[in-house]
């Protein structure tokens, strides 16, 4: 049976005074089922906070309402209800008459081993297992599609002038789940050792892949993994709100710190994912006892001494024995 460990948590930044981003990292309906949202909040120093506020609280309602549903649908739907509240309550505002968010919320799903996504914007979900850094949502936007098209390189779009304009975002018109152009959704298989990382552009405009991964691939709790992708955002600048998930799978009997094993990963197969909007998205998967807890390891090393202190002390006996029949 898989488990999984789950932190959130946002901070401001160095340079914003108020922060518009907003999460939710919490257990639904049982320990089987994780509700996962980042969202951005956009249109302003008050409108984006209220943006994100109103998704907030609208896709936990909405979640509560659609219990019986696939957990694909459910999301989607979530996803549909904020845009309307956040556009409802624009166009009877006029001060937040440029607000919305982007946002990326997904159902963790245990029981059928599934993580199910709806995306809108900039805000991103990262996937690390034995292969490194995966990321599994695309950017909406200008310099995101180059990106993904392989026309620049990670390091040009991190510092390209136009990296903030979004082709997507949540609450600019009434929509719903059929709407084109609107969710990019998907469920990916999820297998032991896996973990997401679910983040807003606070923190994927500061941080490489490669320091995403490496902090990722530490043995350290997924509080503190959080606590450090943040602590490095706000060093290499802090210049947007930061905020982060990270949700790691594991069996029932390992415990939550994840090592790597270096060399041991056999590939599967890559299986595709349809998307609501009719794309496929390659799905790379991993034998799940790549990876092991440190539990596991302990005991073996543990194991390993105790067969040398056997055989040591076996050496000594039998070289005793002979010198004292040699003396004989």
């Known amino acids: 049976m898989l488990k999984a460990s789950v932190y959130g948590n946002t901070d401001t930044g ?76 624009r166009i009877n505002t006029k001060e937040l008459g440029d607000m919305g968010c982007v946002l990326t919320a997904a159902i963790l799903d245990l029981r059928k081993k599934q993580l199910n996504v709806a995306h809108v914007g900039d805000t991103r979900l990262y996937r690390c297992d034995n292969s490194g850094l995966e990321k599994l949502t695309h950017d909406h936007s200008f310099v995101g599609t180059l ?11 991190m510092k390209h002038p136009r990296r903030n304009l979004i082709d997507r975002i949540v609450g600019d018109e009434q929509k719903d789940t059929e709407t084109p152009q609107f969710i990019e959704a998907a469920v990916f298989p999820v297998f032991k050792g896996e973990q997401y990382l679910m983040c807003s552009d606070g923190l994927s405009d500061m941080l490489t892949s490669t320091e995403i991964s490496d902090v990722l691939q530490m043995t350290i709790t997924t509080k503190k993994k959080v606590q450090k992708l943040i602590e490095l955002a706000n060093n290499h600048g802090g210049k947007d709100n930061i905020t982060a998930i990270v949700a790691g799978v594991f069996s029932e009997t390992n415990n939550l710190h994840f090592i790597r094993k270096n060399g041991v990963g056999k590939g599967k197969d890559k299986t595709r994912t349809k998307n609501r909007n009719g794309s496929s998205v390659d799905v790379k ?31 000594i006996v039998i070289t005793a024995i002979v010198l004292i029949r040699i003396h004989l």
């Open 14 to 89: 160095l340079v914003r005074t108020n922060n518009e981003d907003s999460y939710i990292a919490q257990a639904i309906w049982d320990n089987d089922h994780w509700l996962l949202v980042v969202i951005d909040g956009l249109g302003g120093y008050e409108g984006g906070e209220v943006a994100a506020s109103i998704a907030k609280a609208t896709v936990l309602e909405s979640i509560e309402k659609n219990t019986e549903r696939d957990c694909l649908d459910i999301i989607m739907q979530a996803v549909a209800d904020a845009n309307n509240a956040i556009y409802n309550k």
């Open 147 to 157: 990106e993904d098209e392989g026309r620049i390189s990670e390091e040009d779009a």
């Open 285 to 315: 998967s991993f034998d799940e006892d790549v990876i092991s807890s440190d539990t596991d390891n302990r005991e073996i090393n543990s194991l390993y001494r105790f067969s040398l202190l056997i055989i040591f002390i076996m050496t």
